[in-house]
C-alpha cells in the first residue's frame, strides 16, 4: 500500500504521533477512528481537515470509523477553549447528531468492497454508564497529576472563569471510547486536530493500562490562514457544510477568495490533486495571479465534495448572475445571499406589480429620477430580472424571484434589489 504518513506529510496534514512504531503498523490494513462533536447541526469547514484525513486513510486501504458524540456532545470538548460551552439539550443533541451524520456520508464510501467506512454514536455505549459505575471502572485508572499537567487544563485552571468539573471529565470519557473501539472494532488508532493532543493520550494510556496492548495517536495540525485566524470564518460567520446554513453559493465563494498566500496550502488540504498538477497551480499563481486558476479549482474541487455536482453546478450558475448570466430559475434566498451587498428597496407587492418598469427602477434607486429610467430604457441598457426593458412603458409582469424579490440591473454590472413584502 502507498504509505498513508507520507501523503500526510506532503499534503501539510502531519503534526505528531504517539509513537514511531505507528509507521510499522500501517505497513497492514489497521482500523482507525476519528471523532466529530455534535456541537451545531452541520460540521463547519474546519472539520473538513479531519473528514480528508480519514479519506486518505480509506484511500490507502484502512478500515475507519467516525465517531459522532451524541453522548459526550452532551459535556462539550473544552479543548482549545477559553470558556465553558453552553450545555446543548438532548433534542438539540439528537438534531445535531442526524445533521453531522449527513455530512460525513458525503466524505467517506460507507460501501467500499474491501473497507467500507463505518458510523458510530458514543450514546450507544457511554448511555448505559451510570455515574458509579463509571468513576470504579474507568476513573480510577487516571491519575490527578497526569490530567492536571496537561497545556489545556492548566490555562483553564489559570484563567478567571476556571474549569467544570464537567468539563475536566470530559478526557475520560473520550478515553473510554479509545477502549470501546478497540474492543468492538479492533481500532488501533485515533486522529484529531493537534489540539486534540490530551485526549487522544488518554485514550492511547487506557488501552494500555487495561488491555496490555499498544495503541496509538496521530495528530495534524489545525488549519488556520496566512494572518493566523482560525480557519472557516467568513465575516466573522462559520461556514457550515450543509446547504441550509451556507449556501452552495456562498461556500463556493469562500474558497474562491482564497488569498494566494493561503491556496496552495489549502489545494493540498482539501483535494486529492495529484503533486504535478498542484505545482501546475503554484507556478499560474506565482505567474499570472489575476487569473485566480488555482482559487477556481480550489472552489470547484470542494464544492462538489461538500455539495456534489448538482450543488457545484448551483454555485457556479449564482456565481455567474453576477456578471451578467440569467436570473431565472435562482430561488429568493439564494439570490438575497448573491447579492448580499448590493444596495436594496424594501416595497409594498401591490404598489409596484403592474407598474412601468422605469417607474420602479427611479423609485427603487437604481436611477436617480423617472428621466434617468428612460433615457436608459431606451438606449437597452434597463433589465427587470432577465428581460432587457427597451420601452418606457413596459411594465412589470412575471420579472420576480419566488414573487417576493425583482432584480433590477443597469448595463452590466449595477444591480438594485426590491424586497416586496
Same mark, same amino acid.
Given at each position: 500500500?502507498?504509505?498513508?504518513?507520507d501523503?500526510?506529510?506532503?499534503r +501539510?496534514?502531519?503534526?505528531?504521533?504517539?509513537?514511531? %512504531? !505507528?509507521?510499522?503498523?500501517?505497513?497492514?490494513?489497521?482500523?482507525?477512528? =476519528?471523532?466529530?462533536?455534535?456541537s451545531a447541526?452541520?460540521?463547519?469547514?474546519?472539520?473538513?481537515?479531519t473528514?480528508?484525513?480519514?479519506?486518505?486513510?480509506?484511500?490507502c486501504?484502512?478500515?475507519?470509523?467516525?465517531?459522532?458524540?451524541?453522548?459526550?456532545?452532551?459535556?462539550?470538548?473544552p479543548?482549545?477553549k477559553?470558556?465553558?460551552?453552553?450545555?446543548?439539550g438532548?433534542?438539540?443533541?439528537?438534531?445535531?447528531?442526524?445533521?453531522?451524520?449527513?455530512?460525513?456520508?458525503r466524505?467517506?464510501?460507507?460501501?467500499?468492497?474491501?473497507?467500507?467506512?463505518?458510523?458510530?454514536?458514543?450514546?450507544e455505549?457511554l *448511555?448505559?454508564?451510570?455515574?458509579i459505575?463509571f468513576?470504579?471502572? /474507568?476513573?480510577k485508572?487516571?491519575?490527578?497529576?497526569?490530567?492536571?499537567?496537561?497545556?489545556s487544563?492548566?490555562?483553564?485552571?489559570?484563567?478567571?472563569?476556571?474549569?467544570?468539573?464537567?468539563?475536566?471529565?470530559? $478526557?475520560?470519557l473520550?478515553a473510554y471510547d479509545f477502549?470501546?473501539?478497540?474492543?468492538?472494532?479492533?481500532c488501533?488508532?485515533?486522529? *484529531?486536530?493537534?489540539?486534540?493532543?490530551?485526549?487522544?493520550? $488518554?485514550?492511547t494510556?487506557l488501552v494500555?493500562?487495561?488491555?496490555?496492548?499498544?495503541?496509538?495517536?496521530?495528530?495534524?495540525?489545525?488549519?488556520?490562514d496566512? =494572518?493566523?485566524?482560525?480557519?472557516?470564518?467568513?465575516?466573522?460567520?462559520?461556514?457550515?457544510?450543509?446547504?441550509?446554513?451556507?449556501?452552495?453559493? =456562498?461556500?463556493?465563494?469562500?474558497?474562491?477568495?482564497?488569498?494566494?498566500?493561503?491556496?496552495?496550502?489549502?489545494?493540498?488540504?482539501?483535494?486529492?490533486?495529484?503533486?504535478?498538477?498542484?505545482a501546475?497551480?503554484?507556478?499560474?499563481?506565482?505567474?499570472a495571479?489575476?487569473?485566480?486558476? =488555482?482559487?477556481?479549482? !480550489?472552489?470547484?474541487?470542494?464544492?462538489?465534495?461538500?455539495?456534489?455536482?448538482a450543488?457545484?453546478?448551483?454555485?457556479?450558475?449564482a456565481?455567474?448572475?453576477?456578471?451578467?448570466?440569467? /436570473?431565472?430559475?435562482?430561488a429568493?434566498?439564494?439570490?438575497?445571499?448573491?447579492?448580499?451587498h448590493?444596495?436594496s428597496t %424594501?416595497?409594498?407587492?401591490?404598489?409596484?406589480? *403592474?407598474?412601468p418598469?422605469?417607474?420602479?427602477?427611479?423609485?427603487?434607486?437604481l436611477?436617480?429620477?423617472?428621466?434617468?429610467?428612460?433615457r436608459l $430604457?431606451?438606449?437597452? +441598457?434597463?433589465?427587470?430580472?432577465?428581460?432587457?426593458?427597451?420601452?418606457e412603458?413596459?411594465?412589470?409582469?412575471?420579472?420576480?424571484?419566488? *414573487?417576493?424579490?425583482?432584480v433590477?440591473?443597469?448595463?452590466?454590472?449595477?444591480?438594485r !434589489?426590491?424586497?416586496? /413584502?
Open positions: 500500500m502507498e504509505s498513508v504518513l501523503i500526510l506529510k506532503q +501539510g496534514l502531519f503534526d505528531a504521533v504517539t509513537s514511531e %512504531e !505507528l509507521a510499522r503498523t500501517l505497513r497492514e490494513p489497521v482500523t482507525l477512528y =476519528a471523532g466529530f462533536d455534535p447541526p452541520s460540521l463547519g469547514v474546519g472539520n473538513m481537515v473528514l480528508m484525513v480519514l479519506s486518505h486513510f480509506q484511500r486501504g484502512h478500515r475507519v470509523v467516525a465517531l459522532v458524540g451524541g453522548a459526550t456532545g452532551m459535556i462539550g470538548d479543548s482549545g477559553s470558556a465553558e460551552r453552553q450545555l446543548l438532548r433534542e438539540d443533541i439528537d438534531r445535531n447528531v442526524r445533521g453531522i451524520t449527513g455530512n460525513i456520508s466524505f467517506l464510501d460507507f460501501e467500499h468492497p474491501s473497507a467500507p467506512a463505518r458510523l458510530v454514536n458514543n450514546e455505549w *448511555g448505559r454508564f451510570t455515574f459505575e468513576l470504579r471502572d /474507568v476513573g485508572h487516571f491519575r490527578m497529576g497526569a490530567m492536571l499537567s496537561r497545556d487544563v492548566r490555562a483553564r485552571l489559570d484563567s478567571e472563569g476556571g474549569m467544570s468539573f464537567t468539563e475536566f471529565s470530559y $478526557a475520560l473520550q477502549l470501546h473501539l478497540h474492543d468492538t472494532c479492533g488501533v488508532l485515533q486522529v *484529531g486536530g493537534s489540539d486534540q493532543w490530551g485526549n487522544i493520550t $488518554a485514550g494510556d494500555r493500562r487495561l488491555r496490555g496492548r499498544e495503541v496509538f495517536g496521530l495528530t495534524f495540525p489545525l488549519l488556520t496566512s =494572518a493566523g485566524q482560525k480557519f472557516g470564518k467568513s465575516e466573522g460567520n462559520s461556514v457550515y457544510l450543509d446547504a441550509g446554513m451556507t449556501s452552495c453559493y =456562498a461556500f463556493y465563494q469562500f474558497f474562491l477568495r482564497a488569498a494566494d498566500s493561503d491556496v496552495d496550502r489549502l489545494l493540498r488540504v482539501f483535494t486529492f490533486l495529484p503533486e504535478n498538477e498542484l501546475a497551480l503554484a507556478e499560474q499563481t506565482r505567474t495571479p489575476e487569473k485566480r486558476e =488555482a482559487q477556481r479549482t !480550489l472552489a470547484e474541487e470542494v464544492t462538489r465534495m461538500a455539495h456534489g455536482r450543488g457545484l453546478e448551483k454555485a457556479r450558475r456565481s455567474e448572475v453576477l456578471f451578467g448570466g440569467p /436570473v431565472a430559475g435562482i429568493a434566498d439564494d439570490a438575497l445571499e448573491i447579492f448580499a448590493v444596495p %424594501e416595497a409594498a407587492r401591490g404598489g409596484f406589480v *403592474g407598474r418598469v422605469a417607474e420602479v427602477a427611479a423609485e427603487s434607486g436611477c436617480q429620477s423617472k428621466s434617468a429610467a428612460r $430604457a431606451q438606449s437597452g +441598457g434597463l433589465y427587470a430580472g432577465d428581460r432587457r426593458v427597451s420601452q412603458d413596459t411594465v412589470l409582469e412575471g420579472d420576480l424571484l419566488d *414573487g417576493r424579490l425583482l433590477l440591473r443597469s448595463g452590466k454590472k449595477t444591480f !434589489l426590491v424586497k416586496l /413584502v
